[in-house]
Nanobody
Framework: QVQLVESGGGLVQAGGSLRLSCAAS????????VGWFRQAPGKGREFVATITWSGATTYYADSVKGRFTISRDNAKNTVYLQMNSLNPEDTAGYYCAANVNGGAYQTQRFYQYWGQGTQVTVSS
């Protein structure tokens, strides 16, 4: 069992940066792959970024590539999402998710554990 808690969201002006954290409980978190997803008002939840258990492989949505960076510190049981050059289209609730296979998946159904989310609002 893994419990995930996101933090680091907030209000930022366009062009600014935020770093989200996904802190996990459980000794085996280092074996889990992790993804970040987001959901804007009135829209479905969409893939943002994902990382394998080792951190060796990452994937990004085209809309965030070059602006967002996913990373992890397994010693701290934490995965990060560094978000730079934010724009109003990035406004959404951001959720981290973990999968027991350790892979980097872009599809939500491959994830077994989800956090409650943290809100990111980008003003123009």
């Amino acid at each position: 069992q893994v419990q995930l808690v996101e933090s680091g969201g907030g209000l930022v002006q366009a062009g600014g940066s935020l770093r989200l954290s996904c802190a996990a409980s459980g000794r085996t978190f280092s074996n889990y792959g992790v993804g970040w997803f987001r959901q804007a008002p009135g829209k479905g939840r969409e893939f943002v970024a994902t990382i394998t258990w080792s951190g060796a492989t990452t994937y990004y949505a085209d809309s965030v590539k070059g602006r967002f960076t996913i990373s992890r510190d397994n010693a701290k049981n934490t995965v990060y999402l560094q978000m730079n050059s934010l724009n109003p289209e990035d406004t959404a609730g951001y959720y981290c998710a973990a999968n027991v296979n350790g892979g980097a998946y872009q599809t939500q159904r491959f994830y077994q554990y989800w956090g409650q989310g943290t809100q990111v609002t980008v003003s123009s």
